[in-house]
């Protein structure tokens, strides 16, 4: 089985009952909901990675933010009928306070943002497993939410 790592910095942006979540496409949680966010680069800070994922996938610009929490996921992805990836996903994770700008609630997929369709803000209490992603679920449940 193969293996596949990803390191990431996400945003959580909360507004009374309901959570900013992306459509992501491709990846293991291609057409699922997802934490705005993404891959720490090579040299970058987290608070950077951040900043900038947040800005391409869903076109704000953070101004304020603390650290929430950091951990991660394992499970199996089916890239191909043939390929079986096991896959490691640890994530840094940041309350979102304040931020400028709109929310892009549709953004193309192009060599910066390669896998957000943009973003909206979900209702919280409607929203069901199936639907998201591994570390939206890991993180909306330790903030203290039952998810269906």
């Given amino acids: 089985m193969k293996e596949y790592k990803q390191l990431g910095a ?3 942006v909360i507004k009374g009952d309901k959570i900013l979540l992306i459509k992501k496409f491709g990846g ?15 040299c970058e800070k987290p608070e950077e990675a951040l900043k ?7 076109g704000i610009d953070i101004t ?7 951990d991660s996921v394992a499970f199996e992805w089916q890239f191909k009928e043939d390929i079986l990836i096991k896959v490691h996903h640890t994530g840094i994770f940041y309350k979102v306070l304040d931020y400028k700008n709109d929310i892009k609630k549709e953004i193309e997929v192009d060599e910066k943002n390669d896998d957000s369709l943009g973003a909206d803000f ?12 591994a570390i939206a679920i890991l993180e909306l449940e330790k903030l203290g939410y039952h998810l269906k």
């Fill in 122 to 133: 979900y209702e919280i209490d409607k929203l069901n497993k199936n639907e998201l992603s």
């Fill in 64 to 70: 304020n933010y603390q650290l929430f929490d950091a």
């Fill in 28 to 42: 293991p949680y291609n057409e699922k909901l997802d934490l705005p966010g993404g891959t720490i680069e090579f």
């Fill in 52 to 58: 900038r994922e947040l800005m391409e996938e869903v």
């Fill in 10 to 12: 996400y945003g959580i």
